[in-house]
């Protein structure tokens, strides 16, 4: 089972960014699909999530209006569109799958928003 992130980088307050997740091991169409984030000192926090056929989404109130969580089960990969990116949002994003009972976690790529 892998997933992996794809997209992180230096972006400046203001700009976006696009994260990419590839999930492979597993069949990725029965898992519901999320996105977190880990800033340094802080806990992981959930920033978005999509149910597995993608018909339901979920957004953390600091990014709602600002990202969007999309997914493509034919490619198996999940996505996290980032607008309007605020210096708050830099962090460790990492993308999660899960389908009770299991579920699995991606390395994490990095989002930092800086000038």
């Known amino acids: 089972v892998q997933l992996v992130e794809f997209g992180g980088g230096l972006v400046q307050p203001g700009g976006s960014l696009r994260l990419s997740c590839a999930g492979s091991g597993f069949t990725f169409s029965n898992y519901d699909m999320n996105w977190y984030r880990q800033a340094p000192g802080k806990g992981r926090e959930l920033v978005a999530a999509i149910s597995s056929v993608g018909s339901r989404t979920t957004y953390a109130d600091s990014v709602k209006g600002r990202f969007t969580i999309s997914r493509e089960n034919a490619k198996n990969t999940v996505f996290l569109q980032m607008n309007s990116l605020k210096p708050e949002d830099t962090a460790m994003y990492y993308c999660?799958?899960?389908?009770?009972?299991?579920?699995?976690w991606g390395q994490g790529t990095q989002v930092t928003v800086s000038s």
């Open positions: 999660h799958a899960r389908s009770h009972p299991n579920y699995y």
